[in-house]
């Protein structure tokens, strides 16, 4: 079966650089999550989409800007890099109006920033 | 706002040893609960899930219970393998816009 598609895997960056991750949903689903994992922490939300628009806003830094477009793949745009920006990113997707939705996210297997 | 708490590790236990991860959570109305785990270096993998009170998730010889009197979700494992060696996080998914609120993660070691 198809899953969420990140791209890209890895990422190297220098300080206040810009970087994008993309993120391809799972066919047929119509909301995006996006969220920040640091090393030795937990998943931390930072902004959802639904049918390409913001569904909610978690702790994501006014450095970072997203969005989803009409195919429903999503971008995550971050510019001005800082040391601490270094993380692994994840995308996850689900349908909104799924019968009997459940709440359960569908991940990629994340994007590692590491910036320099 | 929703939140969980979950054991800080790491847990190290020894193959076939029994496991339980405590996981409380504190949410308004009625959370559906996850048991997400992260091998090394990979990604987040849903484990087993529960989405109203009394049920009971299972999977791969994990299980947990969604206790609503108590508000946990502790996940067990009667026999633990090397291979189940990985970062365990509980998760709870609330509100109209289902987002997932984690836990701070359980590192597990089973050692051979």
């Known amino acids: 079966a198809a899953g969420v598609i990140q791209s890209p895997r890895h990422l190297i960056k220098e300080k206040r650089e810009t970087a994008t991750l993309k993120c391809y949903p799972i066919?047929?689903?119509?909301?995006v999550y996006w969220y920040q994992q640091g090393p030795g922490q937990d998943p931390q939300f930072l902004i959802s989409f639904y049918e390409k628009m913001q569904s909610d806003k978690g702790s994501i830094p006014d450095r970072f800007s997203a969005q989803q477009f009409s195919d429903y793949h999503s971008e995550l745009n971050m510019s001005s890099l800082e040391l601490g920006d270094s993380a692994l990113y994840f995308c996850?997707?689900?349908?909104?109006?799924?019968?009997?939705?459940?709440?359960?996210?569908?991940f990629g297997e994340g994007s590692r920033l590491t910036v320099l | 706002g929703d939140s969980v708490t979950q054991m800080e590790g790491p847990v190290t236990l020894s193959e076939e040893a029994f496991l339980t991860i405590n996981c409380t959570y504190t949410a308004t109305g009625y959370p559906s609960l996850f048991w997400y785990v992260q091998y090394p270096g990979e990604g987040l993998q849903l484990l087993l899930k529960a989405t109203k009170a009394d049920d009971k998730g299972s999977n791969k010889g994990f299980e947990a219970t969604y206790r609503k009197e108590t508000t946990s979700f502790h996940l067990e494992k009667g026999s633990v393998q090397v291979s189940d060696s990985a970062v365990y996080f509980c998760a709870l998914s609330g509100g109209s816009n289902y987002k997932l609120t984690f836990g701070k993660g359980t590192l597990l070691t089973v050692n051979p």
């Open positions: 066919p047929r689903h119509d909301t």
């Open positions: 996850a997707s689900s349908f909104y109006w799924a019968q009997g939705n459940t709440g359960e996210l569908f």
